[in-house]
C-alpha cells in the first residue's frame, strides 16, 4: 500500500496540488454508497470512479487529464481502505491526539514558582450576613468560607439552601441538567463533622458548586447538553471534580451547556439571563453563569474553547475566569478542541474565582498539554509596580459608516438596511461609554496608561482548526447520523460545520497552526511591553487570546440605563435579544502566560475600585 507521502508525491507528479481533492473524492463514494443502500452507514464507501475523480476535482478547482485520472484512481481506492481501517479503530473521546498544543513562544521562561502560602483578603465582617438568608444566596465565597469557618453557618444548611433555591427558579432559568442531591448532602454532612472536629480544609470547605455538564461525574449522567445523550456517564470523576473534592467543596448539580459546548440551547430548552428571562444566558458555559448569577450557587465550573466562560459571564453579570492554556487539566472533560478548550471558574468575584484556581491548576499526568506552573493568591499584592496598557483602537469613540447599495437593491430593501446598521450602530455607541469609564477608574487608580495594539494578523481564519478538532472529537457522531437528534441543525451548527471540516484539508490545518505560532510570538512582543492589557470583552482580543492560550478575567462593569437602546428583537430567547435596559456590561483584563496570578490580583484592585462587586439580578 502505497504511504501518505507516496500519494501526495504521485498527485503532484499527476498535477494534482489541491490538497481538497482526497476529501472530495471520499465524500462522492460515501455519497454513493449511501445511494446504493440507504441502510448503509456513513462510513462506509463505494468502489471509486474516473466519474467521482472527475466530480471531486471540479469541487476541488482543479483539472485532471484521463491519464492522471486513471493513474490515481486505485490509490485513491487504498487510501479510502486505510481511512475505513483508522475509523474502525476505539477512537472514544478520551484518545487524544498525538500531538499535543504549547503556547509557550521560542525563550519564553516560566515565571518563578513563589515560596510563599495563600494569602486571601482581610476577613470580612460577617455577622449580619449569617441571619439573612436571602442575603446568603449572593455572598461571595470568601464571605461564606468565613461563616463556615468560624461555625455560623453549616454546609448542610448552605447546600440545602442552594438546592432549594435551585429547584425554585430552575423552571425560570432552564439551568440545571441534573441535581447531584444525595452526592451534596453526604458531602455536606461530612463537612459538618469535619469542620465540627477542628479539620478545617481551606477557603472552600463546605461550600456548593456546580460543573457544567461536560465534566465526569460518577455515578450521574454527562450529557454534553446533547439530545440522545442524555443517560451517557463515565466511571470516573473528572480531575478538577476529584481536586474539589479533595478541597471539601460540595458538587450539588450539573450544569447546562448548550448541545456539544456551543450557545445557549441544549436539550431541555434554552439558559436565561436571570438580569431579563426574555433573553438566553449565552454559552456555551450557560448554565453556570446563570446559576451564579441568580444567587443559586457561590461558584461553577465552566470552559471556554473561543468565548464560552466570557460571553455569559458578560451576559449575566459575573465574574469569568479563563486560565493561561495548560494550567488546569482537562481530564474527565469533554474534548471540542485539544489545542483551544479550558476550564475556569465562573464566580461573583476575582477573589472567588482565584480560591477556586489555587486548588485546581497543575498537572494531574494524564493531560499531557499541563504545565509545571505556579499559582499563589495574594490578595495584598502590590499591583501599582505593573505596566497597565489598553487597546487603544477598541476604546476609540465608534464611528458609523453608511452602507453602500447593492446592486439592483430597492429603495424599501437599502432604507431597511440602512435603519438596522444605524440601530447597531447606536447601540455600539451607548456602550462604549462604559469601557470609557473603565480608564477613568483606572486613572482614579493612580495608573499611567500605556497605549497598545493587538497584532494585526488574521486571527479569525486560524480558527478553522477548532471545527477540524470537533469534527474529529464527535466522529462517530456524524457517521452514525446521531448528529440529526441535536437540536441545531442550521448551517452554523455543529452538525454541518462537522460535516463541512471533512472538506478542510490536513495541509491547510497545520498552515493554520504555523499561523498561531506567529500569534503567539507577536503577543509575546506585547506582553514584553506591558504586565496587562485592559481590553473590550467583545473585540477581536477574545479570537486572539484563545489561540494563544493566554488568560483573561471578565468583569461586571456596570448596568444599562433605562435610556439603553432597545435589543435587536424583542422575541424570546432570539439571538438578536441581547443587551438592552437593566442589563450587565463587563471589561476583559489579560495578562502574559501564566501570569494568572498577578492578573487576577491587579482585576480584584479594579473590582474593588470600580463599585460593582454587588450587582445582581432582582428575581
Known sequence: MLTRRGFASLCVRAGIISPYFPGAVLALSAQAARAEDTTRPNEDFAPITPEMLESAAIVAGIKLTDEQRHMVMDIVNDQRDSLRTVRSLPLDHTVAPAMVFD???????????????????????????????????????????????????????????????????????????????????????????????????????????????????????????????????????ATVVQRLDAAGAVLVAKLSLGALAMGDVWYGGTTRNPWNLMQGSSGSSAGPASAVSAGCLPFAIGSETLGSISSPSTRCGVTGYRPSFGFVPRTGAMPLSWSMDKLGPIARSVEDCALVMSHIFGPDGVDHSVHEASFVWDAKYDWRKLRIGYFTDTFAEPTWKAPERKKDESDADFAKRTAASQASFARRLYDAKYDRATLDVL?????????????????????????????????????????????????????????????????????????????????????????????????????????????????????RGADAPAPRSLQETNDGNTGGPGTPVSITFLAGLYNDARLLAFANAYQQAAGFLGLHPKL
Request: with cysteine; charged share 20%; glycine share 6%.
Open 103 to 237: 503556547p509557550r513562544p521560542a525563550h519564553f521562561v516560566m515565571p518563578s514558582p513563589v515560596a510563599q502560602q495563600m494569602h486571601m483578603s482581610a476577613a470580612p465582617d460577617v455577622a449580619a450576613l449569617a441571619k439573612n438568608e436571602s442575603a446568603l444566596t449572593f455572598a461571595t465565597v470568601r464571605e461564606l468560607a468565613e461563616l463556615v469557618r468560624t461555625h455560623k453557618l453549616k454546609p448542610t444548611t448552605l447546600t440545602r439552601l442552594s438546592l432549594e433555591r435551585l429547584k425554585q427558579l430552575d423552571p425560570k432559568l432552564h439551568c440545571v441538567v441534573n441535581l447531584t442531591e444525595a452526592r451534596a448532602l453526604a458531602q455536606a454532612e461530612a463537612a459538618d463533622k469535619e469542620i465540627a472536629a477542628g479539620k478545617y480544609r481551606g477557603p472552600l470547605h463546605g461550600i456548593p458548586w456546580g460543573a457544567k455538564d461536560l465534566l465526569d461525574v460518577k455515578g450521574y449522567p454527562t450529557t454534553w447538553g446533547g439530545r440522545g445523550m442524555e443517560q451517557q456517564s463515565f466511571d470516573a470523576d
Open 443 to 559: 486613572k482614579r487608580m493612580g495608573i499611567t496608561l500605556i497605549p497598545v495594539e493587538l497584532p494585526k494578523l488574521p486571527w479569525g481564519a486560524m480558527v478553522s482548526p477548532l471545527e477540524a478538532e470537533g469534527a474529529a472529537s464527535f466522529d462517530q457522531l456524524t457517521l452514525s447520523g446521531r448528529d440529526a437528534l441535536l437540536n441545531g441543525q442550521s448551517a452554523h451548527d455543529w452538525p454541518n460545520l462537522f460535516r463541512a471540516a471533512r472538506f478542510y484539508p490536513a495541509v491547510d490545518y497545520v498552515q493554520a497552526m504555523r499561523a498561531r505560532s506567529l500569534g503567539i510570538a507577536a503577543m509575546k512582543k506585547l506582553f514584553d511591553q506591558v504586565d496587562i492589557v485592559a481590553a473590550t470583552s467583545s473585540s477581536t482580543q477574545l479570537t486572539a487570546t484563545n489561540l494563544t492560550g493566554h488568560p483573561a478575567i471578565i468583569v461586571p462593569n456596570g448596568l
